[in-house]
């Protein structure tokens, strides 16, 4: 096996050309160990990212909030910027395995596992976050947190996740996470919603779905139900069911679809209630 | 004499532990050891149509194959010889180990694995206990009819054990009952948990004789088992115990101990075989999963009059060591209650799954769990409550058990009684908050031990005994006390070898709940001859009489006069360098019953049974099936405190155990065999799960052995889920009658519950 | 193989490594440092966890790659260099917070990080930073109690101790 430590994007971007499915890109690794074990080709190469800096930062600008996506969730945990802009993603970060997972654990990984109950990509689908899309000679493209997670393999061979961007903006957040056990455990199903106020009307809401879908998605009739309304237990309820009915969940070995179900109602409910 | 026996004292074992210096087999130096790895069976149940290994042979690196055809061909005996080492005709588990390859790599060990040509004929499986038992099932083993059993074993088709205990006239009592319930449980099957994989490191010795470095529960039982399998003479063996990471019953039965060994005896060379987490739940001796079915009779004042009772547990595809769960299951289910008209069976099966085993306290959680619930589902149809329902019918001294055994020293209701306090049983519950209790009863054991104490001509007192320290301190810390107390020293005084076929400090393992018991037993008979040769030497070097000699601080001194005293070390000059002196557990035979009240049933009375009740808190949130258990309180009776801080060790971890076959764990099998061999989904307690403990130890001394001790290690393992299965229904009106009571399970119930009243597995009561 | 330098337990080691080894195998197979202990390998029982620059990772997934240029502590290097027990070491003796031992080692490397952060843990927080380490024998309760002593402990030395260097760090935890 190769192996490489590229200074910069550029330089990256070419090797995963260079390399095509036969790259393996190290970030936090947590994932990347099990495709190891299971084996690769002789000729394979490991790119390690860690020397990329620019991949690493948290920034904030007056509209926007860019995380690079080696940013672990130990840093989404703490970092001040994080929790004044995006509190919601701290959050999500403090439930993401146990202390161990956080520290190597990256947004840009959970993003790209496109895992349907990746704990932190309902925050960000709920935030509107979108991210760039780098390959080797193109321009960044930009696609939404939704529209990426939402295809598999969330990227192709050649193409880097960049950058992720949190609009900035005033709003009410929560999260809800069910699982069997209470620790180290990814959620059965998990909510989030974000609502922007206005007055004391909401003026745009997002509700994210996890583990109730093929991949982590809106609620789009739950966010409908909240739109404009003023926020009541009647109003939560409406969303939670609009909820059950958006999702399209799985039964698999950890949970049914009916509870799934059942569960995304109740913790939007919850979600709402709480905000 | 200070009094040593019962204070609370750090373990002799801690600071090397907290050091990282504590040796477990997997970090022995391996200098030029081979690496071992196994070929297993891709498929549940197949025909072995052929084996060929010559290609994997040949590739380099490779010195050893063993297989089918390069060891005996004798059974194992567990009772009934239905295994062999490797499979022969039949594979019968997905999993089940059939080559063993030791290369000079891991890597061109795992390339000759894959050369390894097996054609298999995959064929017809039996997944479950209702399958095994169906009339056109499919047999687990065609053969059955040809094996040899023991006289006490039943085996029929996929029936490998059935025992029952009966007595009076169950339908006449149940005819006349002012109420009766039926209840049907499911129960899942469960790993034992240890964190450290099996591992083993084997060796040949020059003169043909073999050297096993273990991680082993009972090594002398392994080292006697290996060398009759392979025609050696018992004393060309030796196993070497290391420190033990967990075993609960898991590391009784050899596991890679076997392979390393039949490897290592077609080479020079030592061999390395240390599983990965993954390949250890391939391995796994899991608790009994099964089913079970009460119907039980009371009057309208609570009296319970009779109960019917029938377990049927899923032994997987051999007995193993798994026989001992049915017997006790029946001795558990009408326990501790006087019910005159009793019929309890238990039926094992074979499947086509890994060979169940007896995982702490086999079939204690399970039929506990089944027991208690069903108790509390009668005092709810009564309107009473389930602490003066349970007060109300339990034993008391001199009543006697389903088997006719009369009872001593019990203090079941005690038990009950400070549990429930502890808890606060009478305040009231806040909405979705509840309360549940359960007892039981369990064994001692009694069984054959030996230890030898030594102390040298520096003084230094050193104990040998064969119970191996698999990490409940039965070994490193209870043994030093009951030789310091006996001698008048510090426990850390007392240097312990651990377990070593070497020593010939012959022991049966850890087991029973029998290690403080036996093993305790032993070495207090050693303490006590080395006591009195010191004394008897002390009278001639002191010119003082026997009576007035003390043992204290490490001398020798006469009462009354603290300096004049002589060292150990100058007692042993004096003695021709050493001063020794060994013990035996002593035999204790089995209580008495009644023999006509049993059938196929070879563990019918109990020594020095102990008592046991939990009781829990939970808040359940009916929405989402989440429970959260806030407390768990367990009462046990342990005889005499001993080590008092290994008994709350016990006691709180068995408490979350416990909680963990109630709500979590649960081992699941598909197409291909165990769909959760690893940590990722097989959910153990996290210390997010684990509740507040409290620990409330009973000391009710037995008549049976010196000390009036009772077994610890499994009583608090069985009634936690029980008492938090109760505490649901206490808070919701409902509980799944299917382990592990999983959100979803509860959410399920819950939801049942609302609409159109009980499933089968589950149960309401208003 | 790819030439690391890692900063293990204060002393400075040069190795060179396969790309895809994991801090695991560099620690127990290369350094012969055994008390970190493997029991799932896949990061979900914490019996593997170090530190790296002070922050708790599970060493069976971490690349020994990514440990280049960075400081490691295993439970050799809790201890002080004369072998006295750090103060958190001496906790889980007198709670009684262990009996096999095989989750200890990991156990206390989880408890170090969050002390380090957190002098001053609920007990929620306690159970929480330790919920990546399964103990299947004690049911925890010591194990939180030794934690909570310990960071009581370590507060008195604090007050009268001098600021810490990285070494007193990792030697205090």
């Known amino acids: ?275 | ?766 | 193989m790819q030439a690391i330098k890692v900063n293990v337990n204060g002393d400075v080691r040069d190795a060179m490594v396969e790309p895809d080894e994991s801090l695991l195998q560099f620690v127990r197979e290369r350094l012969q440092l055994t008390g970190t202990k493997e029991g799932c390998s896949t990061g979900y029982c914490g019996a593997c966890t170090v530190l790296v620059d002070g922050e708790p990772v599970n060493a069976c997934l971490f690349f020994a790659v990514d440990a280049d240029r960075r400081h490691v502590t295993t439970v050799e290097g809790l201890s002080g260099s004369d072998g006295t027990l750090a103060t958190l070491q001496r906790c889980f003796i007198e709670a009684a917070a262990l009996q096999c031992g095989f989750c200890t080692p990991g156990m206390l490397l989880a408890a170090a990080a969050l002390l380090e952060r957190t002098p001053s843990p609920s007990e929620h927080e306690v159970r929480a930073a330790l919920s990546g380490n399964i103990c299947r024998c004690t049911g925890y309760q010591p194990i939180i109690k030794a934690v909570q002593s310990a960071a009581q402990a370590l507060r008195r030395e604090g007050a009268s101790a001098p600021p810490r260097t990285p070494q007193r760090v990792q030697a205090r935890a």
């Open chain 2, 1 to 766: 004499m200070d009094t040593v026996i019962g204070t609370s004292r750090v373990r002799p074992d801690a600071a090397a532990k907290v050091r990282g210096e504590t040796v477990y087999v997997a970090d022995l130096p391996v200098h030029d050891a081979l690496t071992a790895v196994l070929v297993r069976s891709p498929h549940r149940f197949a025909r072995i149509r052929r084996l060929d290994t010559r290609r994997a042979a040949q590739l380099p690196g490779v010195v050893a194959i063993a297989h089918r055809d390069t060891v005996p061909d004798t059974p194992l005996d567990f009772g009934i010889k239905d295994q062999h080492l490797f499979p022969r005709e039949y594979v019968r588990y997905a999993g089940e180990p059939v080559v063993a390859i030791a290369a000079e790599t891991l890597e061109q060990a795992r390339a000759a694995a894959a050369a390894v040509e097996i054609d298999y004929e995959p064929l017809p499986c039996v997944d479950n206990v209702e399958q095994a038992l169906a009339p056109d099932a499919p047999l687990v083993h065609p053969d059955w009819e040809t094996y040899e059993h023991g006289a006490s074993r039943v085996l029929r088709g996929n029936i490998c054990g059935q025992n029952r205990i009966s007595r009076g006239d169950v339908d006449a009592a149940l005819a006349r009952a002012h109420v009766t319930v039926t209840s049907n449980f499911r129960f899942s099957a469960g790993i034992p948990g240890y964190i450290e994989p099996r591992a083993a490191l084997a060796r040949k010795e020059a003169d043909g004789g073999l050297t096993v470095f273990c991680g082993s529960q009972s090594p002398y039982g392994n080292r006697d088992d290996l060398a009759a399998f392979f025609g050696l003479a018992p004393e060309r063996v030796r196993f070497i115990n290391q420190f033990v990471g967990g075993a609960f019953g898991g590391k009784i039965l050899m596991a890679a101990e076997w392979y390393a060994a039949a490897l290592a005896l077609q080479c020079d060379r030592p061999v390395r075989l240390v599983f990965s987490r993954h390949e250890d739940g391939l391995n796994v001796f899991p608790r009994h999963g099964g089913i079970a079915t009460f119907t039980s009779g009371a009057a309208a004042d609570g009296t319970l009059l009779a109960m019917r009772a029938s377990f049927v547990f899923d032994t997987g595809a051999y007995i193993g060591y798994g026989a001992g769960t049915g017997l006790i299951a029946t001795m558990l289910a009408s326990a501790p209650y006087r019910i005159a008209n009793v019929d309890l069976q238990a039926t094992l099966v074979y499947t086509n799954k890994q060979v169940a085993g007896p995982v702490r306290a086999p079939g204690g959680p399970q039929a506990t769990w089944a027991k208690e619930l069903h108790i509390d589902e009668i005092a709810r149809r009564l309107d009473m409550d389930p602490l003066e329902m349970r007060l109300k019918n339990a034993w008391e001294d001199g009543d006697v058990s389903a088997t006719g055994q009369t009872l001593r020293s019990v203090s079941v209701k005690e038990a009950l009684r400070r549990a429930a306090d502890a808890i606060g049983w009478q305040k009231t519950r806040a909405p979705g908050h509840g309360r549940g209790i359960a007892c039981s009863w369990w064994f001692s054991s009694c069984s054959r031990s030996e230890a030898r104490v030594e102390i040298r001509s520096d003084g230094s007192v050193h104990l040998h005994s064969g119970n191996p320290e698999v990490g409940t301190g039965s070994a490193a810390a209870a043994l030093p006390i009951v030789v310091a107390d006996r001698l008048g020293i510090d426990p850390s005084a007392v240097t312990l070898t651990l377990a070593d076929t070497a020593t010939k400090t012959y022991d049966s393992g850890v087991g029973g709940s029998g290690s403080t018991f036996s093993a305790g037993l032993a070495a207090l008979q050693a303490a006590e001859a080395v006591r009195a040769r010191l004394i008897e030497r002390a009278e001639d070097l002191l010119e003082a009489r026997r009576e007035d000699i003390d043992l204290h601080r490490g001398k020798a001194s006469v009462r009354g006069a603290p300096d004049h005293a002589l060292s150990f070390a100058e007692i042993a000059a004096g003695s021709g360098g050493s001063i020794s002196g060994s013990g035996t557990a002593p035999e204790i035979g089995d209580p008495e019953f009644d023999a006509e009240s049993v059938e196929s049933h070879d563990f019918a009375s109990w020594l020095a049974p102990s008592f046991v009740a939990s009781a829990a808190a939970v808040r359940v949130d009916a929405q989402t099936g989440r429970v959260e258990v806030q407390r768990i309180v367990t009462a046990q009776d342990v005889g005499h405190a001993v080590n008092p801080t290994g008994i709350i060790g016990q006691i709180e971890g068995g408490a979350v155990q416990g909680l963990g076959f109630g709500l979590t764990e649960e081992l699941r099998f598909g197409e291909q065999g165990i769909e959760n061999p690893g940590f990722q989904d097989y959910l153990m307690p996290t210390a997010l799960d684990a509740p507040a403990i409290e620990s409330i130890i009973i000391e009710r001394p037995s008549g049976e052995g010196p000390l009036g001790m009772k077994g610890v290690g499994e009583p608090p393992v069985t009634t936690p889920a029980a008492a938090i299965g109760n505490a649901i229904r206490d808070a919701i009106g409902t509980v799944p009658y299917t382990t592990p009571m999983t959100p979803e399970r509860v959410w399920r119930a819950a939801c049942d519950a609302s609409a159109q009243g009980p499933s089968e597995y589950s149960s309401r009561s208003t």
């Open chain 1, 1 to 275: 096996m190769q192996y490489y430590e590229p200074n910069f994007i550029d330089e990256a971007l070419v090797l995963l050309d260079r390399f095509g499915t036969n790259a393996h890109v190290l970030a936090g690794g947590t994932r990347l160990r099990f495709a190891l074990r299971r084996g690769v080709a002789a000729d394979a190469a490991l790119i390690n990212l860690k020397r990329i800096a620019d991949l690493g930062r948290i920034e904030d600008t007056a509209s926007d909030l860019w995380i690079g996506p080696l940013v672990t969730a130990a840093a989404l945990r703490r970092h001040v910027l994080v929790g004044k802009h995006a509190p919601l993603l701290a959050t999500t970060a403090a439930s993401l395995g146990a202390a161990q997972l956080q520290t190597v654990a990256t947004i840009g990984g959970n993003i790209v596992s496109a895992d349907p109950a990746a704990d932190l990509v309902p925050a960000l689908i709920a935030y509107s976050a979108d991210a760039e899309i780098l390959s080797a000679g193109d321009c960044a493209r930009i696609a939404t947190v939704e529209d990426i997670v939402s295809k598999r393999p969330a990227l192709q061979g050649r193409e880097l996740l960049g950058r992720i961007r949190v609009p900035i903006a005033p709003h009410r957040a929560s999260y809800q996470k069910m699982t069997t056990r209470r620790g180290l455990e990814m959620a059965l199903v998990s909510v989030a919603v974000s609502c922007r106020m206005g007055g004391a009307v909401v003026a745009d809401a997002r509700v994210a779905l996890a583990g109730a879908a093929p991949s982590v998605v809106r609620a789009r009739g739950a966010e409908r139900a909240l739109i404009g309304s003023r926020l009541s237990s009647e109003v939560a309820q409406a969303a939670g069911e609009r909820a059950a009915a958006d999702a399209d969940p799985l039964t698999d070995a950890r949970a049914s679809a009916a509870y799934r179900r059942a569960l995304v109602a109740t913790l939007t409910q919850r979600a709402v209630m709480e905000l």
